[in-house]
């Protein structure tokens, strides 16, 4: 029998894993660096708490005015973030968190201090959404976002990006508009963000500025990092290992933060394809054993 | 006569107080070779970045085909069928031989929001972008990593893809240089044949031989400047020209 503890990491590991998925996009797929990315994910949860609580709309109508406000907003951030360098880009994106962040804290409407409580379980064929059924739920939100992500990877955009990430004036001189294409990232990644804020905010039912802060965004890039920028599944590996590791040495809960830095430090140093990337030393060491086998 | 394609009229390109390129006139006609000369620096490359849509001229305008493309950005004028080469070249080095000439195939897609979904790769893609190498020279290399390939390969890549994208006019950029003896005829054979096929071509050159034999006019630039402008046998005779390359003066007799 599964422990509700147990279903509770689960649900949360898929909820995390659908906003790394739509980092993954932005990061991996056009090779923009964020470290802004739970500021969507918080907008993606307050909108759908408003909408709810105070619109009184059900999940359902929310979601898709959810996900287009996501990525709108990614869209107007965005704009002017890409035009600047790579460098300035960290800076900038995590200026945006801290903003939103500040936003969510400081203005009434948002809930203030307080944050948002009462926010209504997901009601699906009149089954009020929790434990396990949600978790399938959630589980169901990342599938279609991974075949998302694996359809895009087999598209012309993704050669695009391809393109634009290694030579980008060759790029344009190919047709690709790097800007746009950016933008296009952007929104994607920024409505996944969304999506994810939504069902965190309806499992929680109350949420609150600090959920969605920076040390929030460092653990999604942590985490995208880990498993593997830019595959399709590491995403997915990296939130399930970064889930789950903190539970089994509860010693680390405290010290998230740090490890996660750390790690994110080291990965890069060492391992910057990650788990699944290029050059991955465990994907190295299984392919020979099981060769030796 | 023909109306031109290209008209370059008094362009010019400063960066500071450089004068990099100095109110610039040229015409380029249909089906024709077009060859630029002039020493290192002379502004050559600055101004094949002018045509393509990399820099904004700081003056001036450029005509393709009765539209005025002055400052449109690099893919616009992409799609309007002008491909370039790049004298220093730019693979997309992870992406194989023929990946490079996929993403070129997909001019046509990248602007429009509702194409750029479609799969890659399709069976007729592949077979037209395997043409192209074939007719470049690149095929058994098709399936090679381009960050693999010596320089010579490279260049041809180049070629490969601004023939994609130029359907009308290709700028290369000294697709000749640092290339082996027995190269260079394959490669003046190949653009004779880009040419003959129907697109007019602008090329810059350092290497005399080549572009007295492929070029049917010849303008040379010097500090930014355009100094000369002629047949290859008027060019040759120029005293400005000769001057402009003092103390290589052997490399204007050509047999
Ligand atoms: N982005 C830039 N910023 C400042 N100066 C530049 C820039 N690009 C080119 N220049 C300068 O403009 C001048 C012309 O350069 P250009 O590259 O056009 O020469 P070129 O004729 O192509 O020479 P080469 O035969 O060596 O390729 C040079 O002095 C160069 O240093
Ligand atoms: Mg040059």
């Known amino acids: ?293 | 006569m023909v109306a031109p394609i290209l008209t370059v009229n008094g362009i010019s390109k400063h960066f500071g107080g450089l004068k990099a390129v100095e109110n610039v006139d040229f015409q380029v006609f249909p089906g024709e070779i077009l060859g630029i000369l002039g020493p290192n620096g002379a502004g050559k490359t600055v101004l094949f970045n002018m045509i393509s849509g990399v820099y904004r001229p700081t003056e001036g305008t450029i005509d393709f085909r009765g539209e005025r493309i002055e400052g449109l950005p690099s893919h616009l004028v992409a799609r309007k069928g002008i491909g370039r080469t790049f004298q220093i070249v730019k693979p997309f080095t992870s992406l194989t031989v023929l990946q490079n000439v996929l993403v070129a195939k997909g001019i046509m897609k990248y602007g429009h929001l509702s194409r750029i979904w479609g799969p890659w790769g399709s069976r007729k893609d592949i077979n037209e972008a395997k043409e192209i190498l074939e007719r470049v020279g690149l095929i058994e290399l098709a399936d090679r990593k381009a960050g693999l390939l010596p320089l010579g390969n490279l260049r041809r890549l180049e070629i490969a893809r601004a023939l994609v994208v130029g359907h009308t006019m290709l700028l290369l950029d000294e697709s000749f240089s640092g290339l082996r003896h027995e190269e260079i005829g394959r490669l003046e054979a190949l653009i004779r044949d880009i040419r003959d096929s129907g697109r007019t071509i602008i090329l810059i050159e350092h290497n005399m031989r080549v572009t007295m034999r492929l070029c049917s006019r010849i303008i040379v630039l010097d500090h930014g400047r355009k100094i000369a402008e002629g047949e290859p046998k008027d060019i040759q005779k120029n005293e400005l020209v000769i001057e402009a390359y003092l103390g290589r003066k052997g490399v204007l007799d050509v047999p």
């Open chain 1, 1 to 293: 029998m599964l422990s509700s503890y147990a279903i509770t990491i689960g649900t949360i590991i898929v909820i995390q894993a659908i906003a790394v998925c739509g980092l993954n996009v932005i990061v991996g797929f056009a090779g923009q660096i964020s470290l802004g990315h739970a500021a969507f994910f918080g907008i993606g949860a307050y909108t759908s708490a408003i909408l709810t609580v105070k619109a009184g709309l059900s999940f359902w109508t929310a979601l898709p005015i959810v996900i287009a406000i996501g990525g709108l907003i990614g869209l107007m951030l965005g704009l002017p973030s890409i035009r600047v360098r790579e460098d300035f880009l960290a800076i900038t994106t995590i200026g945006i968190n801290f903003i939103v962040e500040a936003l969510f804290r400081y203005i009434p409407f948002f809930g203030g201090a307080l944050g948002i409580g009462g926010i209504p379980r997901i009601m699906l064929f009149d089954i009020r959404m929790k434990g396990i059924p949600f978790f399938f739920l959630c589980l169901f939100f990342l599938c279609i976002v991974i075949l998302i992500c694996w359809w895009f990877t087999r598209s012309w955009a993704s050669l695009a990006f391809y393109a634009i990430r290694e030579e980008e004036t060759a790029a344009s001189a190919m047709g690709i508009s790097p800007v746009r294409f950016k933008l296009l990232a952007f929104v994607m990644g920024t409505s996944m963000a969304a999506l994810s804020g939504s069902l965190y905010a309806h499992y929680m039912q109350f949420i609150n500025a600090g959920d969605f802060s920076f040390p929030v965004s460092v653990g999604f890039l942590s985490m995208l990092v880990l498993g593997g920028i830019g595959t399709i599944w590491g995403p997915v590996i990296g939130t399930v290992i970064l889930g789950v590791l903190p539970e089994l040495f509860r010693p680390l809960v405290d010290y998230r933060i740090l490890f996660y830095t750390l790690l994110l430090l080291v990965m890069i140093r060492f391992q910057p394809g990650g788990l699944l990337g290029e050059k991955s030393l465990v994907k190295n060491i299984l392919s020979r054993t099981f060769k030796r086998c």
